[in-house]
């Protein structure tokens, strides 16, 4: 069975290349406008990051070539600082094949140089792929694909989310299908947690460290997993759970490579917020922060922390989200991220015009307070689903799935005041 299942993202992302509408905010600054047309990528769902010399790299989940109907399959690209403007080069266009089409999240490097990421589509059995890209001399690139996922009752399916490297260079990840093929609404499995081991000869073989069952947890569509300081995986799901709008759960390592699943928060469909589409991030004393797509006291989503407390967690809602004209609303996969002062920093789909980017700032003994950074207009990109992240100066970077004058979406940069 194909990833066909999620193709409604696909075409609700290139929906809102329509939009127009604007916004007074001009803290934002477009690094790059993507055509949407030609060679060049287009909706970068994903985030970027930095390699040690200040270049960004990302990718764009369609554009590229004629496939997918002239949409394209996706790109890898890099942006490069020049004399005050940023050149970008397309390192690898997918061909909707074996290498895999359509990726979704960022990239990661390793301690050598190589990226590695995933695809939603394609692949030898259609469900996706997990890639690598190695650089060959000359600024060439090679692409190698790690793993193709089956959709079988032992595998995932359809991977949305991006990857994390644990110390001994193993590659960690989610899948939003797949697994138990019979459990939950939608009979192609709730999706599953993995694990990639590389092996001699440059082969990796997959281990999948869980399946989703539905009342546990189903379809973490662009949550990937996160480590604590003990070696603990912690993420998200959608949909499933007791109440059927997703969890926040913890996998822990156990004797002879078993990992077992513990549900730290049900959500409900009240005020504590329904439906994370994004990933984690954990800060120091090990509580987790993330965002709901909806719910929440005005219905539009929340930011919360989920804290532990002994053998127990709590979650509490630290903002929720407003469409009063001025805040953002609606996060679908932007992961938020921290500074070392304890502020949280991330992005919305939809409010403030088409998107926006904030600040929480915690109080000392009471609420945490939201400063909007910038708000997006079309021209400067539209509908963020991607979190961002800080270079060296404490400059934020991100993109945007929709506008920008080639109307493929842009990666931006908001300078710090």
């Not at 390192?91 to 695809?119: C, E, H, K, Q, V």
């Not at 790690?146 to 359809?158: E, K, Q, R, V």
């Not at 800060?283 to 919360?304: C, E, H, K, Q």
Request: aromatic share 14%; charged share 10%.
């Amino acid at each position: 069975m194909t990833a066909t299942k999620s193709s409604f993202a696909f075409s609700a992302i290139l929906a809102v290349f329509a939009l127009t509408l604007f916004s007074s905010a001009q803290q934002i600054s477009v690094l790059q406008d993507f055509n949407y047309s030609g060679t060049d990528g287009s909706a970068p769902v994903g985030g970027v990051i930095f390699d040690s010399a200040g270049n960004l790299y990302g990718t764009t989940a369609g554009g590229g070539n004629s496939c997918f109907g002239g949409v394209g399959c996706g790109t890898v690209f890099e942006l490069s600082p020049k004399g005050g403007a940023w050149t970008e080069t397309v390192l690898y266009r997918f061909n909707s094949g074996t290498d895999g089409a359509y990726p979704l999240a960022g990239m990661i490097f390793d301690r050598a140089g190589n990226l590695y990421g995933t695809t939603e589509f394609d692949g030898t059995y259609g469900c996706g792929a997990v890639f690598e890209l190695s650089p060959t001399g000359g600024g060439n690139w090679a692409e190698k694909v790690l793993y193709n996922f089956a959709n079988s009752a032992t595998d995932g399916c359809a991977p949305q989310a991006g990857l994390i490297l644990d110390a001994a260079g193993n590659l960690y990840g989610t899948t939003t299908f797949g697994g138990n093929l019979s459990c939950y609404t939608y009979r192609a499995g709730c999706g599953t947690v993995f694990e990639l081991i590389p092996q001699t000869g440059g082969i990796w073989t997959e281990k999948v460290l869980h399946f989703f069952t539905g009342k546990d947890g189903a379809e973490p569509y662009y949550a990937g997993v996160v480590f604590d300081g003990a070696g603990n995986l912690y993420g998200t799901t959608f949909a499933g759970g007791s109440r059927g709008f997703g969890t926040v759960f913890e996998l822990t390592p156990k004797s002879h490579g078993h990992w077992v699943e513990k549900v730290l928060h049900t959500f409900n469909l009240g005020k504590d917020g329904v439906q994370p589409w994004s990933g984690l991030c954990i800060d120091a004393a090990g509580n987790l922060y993330g965002t709901t797509y909806a719910g929440g006291s005005s219905g539009y989503g929340t930011i919360f922390e989920v804290s532990p407390h002994g053998k127990n967690w709590t979650e509490k809602v630290i903002h929720a989200f407003s469409n009063n004209g001025t805040d953002g609303y609606q996060p679908e996969g932007n992961s938020l991220i921290l500074d070392r002062a304890g502020n949280l920093y991330g992005t919305t789909t939809w409010g403030g015009a088409v998107g926006a980017a904030f600040e929480l700032t915690p109080g000392k003994s009471g609420p945490w307070t939201e400063t909007i950074l910038g708000t997006f207009n079309t021209t400067n990109g539209s509908n963020p689903m991607s979190g961002l992240i800080f270079d060296a100066a404490g400059n934020l970077y991100g993109t945007t799935v929709g506008g920008g004058t080639g109307n493929g979406g842009t990666v931006f940069e908001i300078k710090q005041p």
